[in-house]
């Protein structure tokens, strides 16, 4: 039965091809389209309303195009379409969820500074005591040795050319000399860089400073093998603290005065987690648009989960941890490419409690290198999604935190935000609206297209500091260059269709790297360490937005966002010629932008190496 409406099927299709009943003896070929329009699967003759492309191609008596064709259109009508119409509806939901997850962040972090739950901790000694004063008295004796014992990590790997900011800014932190230990846990493998790091810690201990430089013989778990490593050295376990800092972070001398307090008063608290600030975010426009979306990350991510369930994902740096709490959760592990979130969920779920503080600013550098963003978008989204596979069951049985808060890991912190939130624009922007043009029976309603990217672009910006300014024009001459900061942060609101089209390009690789993650698939363990250029071009005045960079071009071209990029052009071609709406203009954009990003035309190709 089905193999004669088969034939039958092709027996239609011949004769539509085929004018045999023409006023002509011989057969003419009649210019078909070369898709049929959705009629239940008919060929009908070729008009404005054919669904697809639009050209014309002769007919050829069985060529085998019109096989095609009506095989194709029995397949659209009975799997393609309905597939795309699932996964758009799909695509549809999880954006609503973003959305109100967007909202929740939004209110939360607007609402923080009403209902924290920590206010500023009071300085540690007496307001006239500085510190490491002693003026020879059992009083001041006393007052010093009030101040806990800090041990300042520094992991580093061939860090030629930022070592000494971060050993130095490290080594003049203003804490009494005897009461902090600057260790350097190198794990070089370049000789020269290990001499040079060894030198500047000899340089430093010189001066008085209590660094004590480490290396280990392998580099087995990276960074949490070094900094696990680091933890058990005999002097350790005479602090009581620890703070981490990655090669490229330079903390300001008051960073321990502002962030230990907030641990010696409340024996609750495991981690105080300080923001990030950027030496190098007017270099070019991919470094721009980087601290537009860590803006976001620290101002709405951080402050909401600290100030609602006082939980957030370490940051790996900048931030000072309660050993006893790290020992508890059984110390770092290398399980995953996020150590830092992994001991931050671990520590989480014993019912230790974070505190993140916005006003504590350390300096670090941004990549600024295409590549090197690349891997460690990678390896942060492949390690995110990696440890929620690991951690899930975990959560959801634990019994020392409240329900509100394991639903808030594991539906807010981690599905929303960390597989949410990278699979869906690339999945709806770049994939089932450019297909939906392709084909008419699958029509994406515009409160997903338009209203619903709207109105998470506007919680975006309202929320984020780069965009929109709350400071008031202060006369006075002290704050002069805080009102041009701002004036600085409200005029970056052209950027934003850029950090549109650029974030949904760099969602492409991320849901890669989600998939790989949560499937546990070959690079899941992949490991690059983001290269710094130890650049300082914070004042440069005007960003670039692309750079020719010197190396060649088949060295620097990424061939799979230049297919996606040719994919997209299709599509925008096709709905320009036949649609009848302006999706167009967006994937047009869109496509012009992976083939930037995908030739290299972004950041810059040097490197110090």
């Not at 201990?205 to 209590?210: I, Q």
């Not at 230049?562 to 071609?573: D, E, G, N, R």
Request: with cysteine; glycine share 6%; hydrophobic share 45%.
């Amino acid at each position: 039965m089905a193999g004669a409406a088969a034939v039958a099927s092709l027996a239609a299709a011949a004769a539509g091809w085929l004018d045999l009943d023409g006023p002509t003896a011989t057969a003419t070929l009649r210019l078909r389209r070369l898709w049929p329009s959705s009629g239940g699967g008919r060929v009908v003759a070729a008009g404005p309303s054919s669904p697809l492309l639009g050209w014309w191609w002769p007919a050829a008596p069985w060529s085998g195009v019109e096989a095609v064709r009506a095989a194709w259109g029995a397949a659209r009508a009975a799997a393609v379409a309905p597939a795309l119409a699932a996964a758009s509806w799909a695509c549809l939901a999880l954006s609503a969820m973003l959305l109100a997850d967007a909202v929740f962040l939004a209110t939360a972090s607007l609402l923080a500074p009403l209902r924290r739950r920590y206010r500023a901790a009071g300085p540690i000694a007496s307001p006239g005591q500085a510190p490491g004063e002693d003026d020879g008295d059992e009083e001041a004796g006393g007052r010093v040795a009030a101040y806990p014992m800090v041990l300042v990590q520094i992991p580093m790997y061939n860090e030629r050319e930022v070592y000494k900011l971060s050993i130095g800014a490290a080594c003049g932190l203003a804490w009494p000399s005897d009461r902090v230990i600057v260790q350097v846990l190198d794990d070089s493998t370049d000789p020269t860089v290990k001499d040079l790091v060894k030198l500047e810690c000899k340089f430093w201990a010189s001066k008085g400073r209590n660094v004590k430089y480490e290396v280990r013989n392998n580099r087995k778990g990276y960074k949490a093998g070094a900094l696990k490593q680091g933890m058990l050295y005999d002097y350790v376990q005479q602090c009581d603290f620890v703070a981490v800092f990655d090669a490229d972070f330079q903390p300001e001398p008051d960073f321990l005065m502002r962030t230990v307090p907030y641990l010696v008063h409340d024996p609750r608290v495991a981690l105080v987690q300080a923001r990030w600030e950027f030496v190098n975010p007017n270099e070019f426009l991919m470094t721009r648009i980087q601290k537009m979306t860590l803006d976001y990350h620290f101002k709405v991510e951080q402050e909401a989960g600290s100030s609602t369930f006082a939980f957030f994902g370490f940051n790996g740096t900048a931030g000072v941890w309660r050993i006893s709490s790290i020992e508890e959760a059984g110390g770092w592990e290398d399980r995953t490419t996020v150590e830092d979130m992994d001991l931050a969920v671990r520590v989480g779920l014993k019912g230790w409690k974070f505190i993140y503080v916005r006003d504590v600013k350390v300096k670090s550098e941004l990549p600024s290198n295409l590549k090197a963003y690349r891997r460690q978008q990678h390896r942060w989204t492949c390690g995110a999604a990696n440890l929620f596979r690991k951690t899930g069951r975990e959560i959801i049985l634990t019994k020392e935190v409240s329900f509100w808060r394991k639903l808030y890991l594991i539906y807010s912190f981690f599905f929303i935000r960390k597989v949410v939130a990278h699979v869906v624009p690339f999945m709806l922007y770049c994939v089932v609206i450019p297909l939906s043009v392709l084909i008419p029976e699958v029509t994406v309603p515009v409160w997903g297209v338009v209203y619903i990217p709207t109105a998470i672009t506007l919680l975006y910006a309202i929320r984020n500091p780069r965009f929109v300014s709350s400071t008031s024009i202060y006369l006075t001459p002290d704050r002069i260059l805080e009102s041009n900061n701002s004036f600085f942060a409200f005029s970056s609101l052209h950027f934003i269709p850029f950090w549109i089209l650029f974030e949904n390009v760099m969602s492409f690789h991320r849901t890669k790297a989600t998939f790989i993650g949560l499937l546990e698939l070959g690079s899941v363990n992949e490991w690059v360490v983001t290269e710094k250029l130890g650049n300082s071009s914070c004042t440069k005045p005007v960003p670039q937005i692309l750079e020719k960079p010197p190396c060649r071009c088949w060295d620097r071209c990424t061939v799979s966002e230049i297919l996606v990029a040719i994919f997209l052009f299709f599509c925008a071609t096709y709905n320009l010629v036949h649609g009848g709406d302006f999706y167009f203009v967006y994937i047009y954009l869109q496509a012009i932008t992976f083939l930037i990003v995908g030739t290299g035309f972004c950041g810059t190709s040097r490197s110090n190496s």
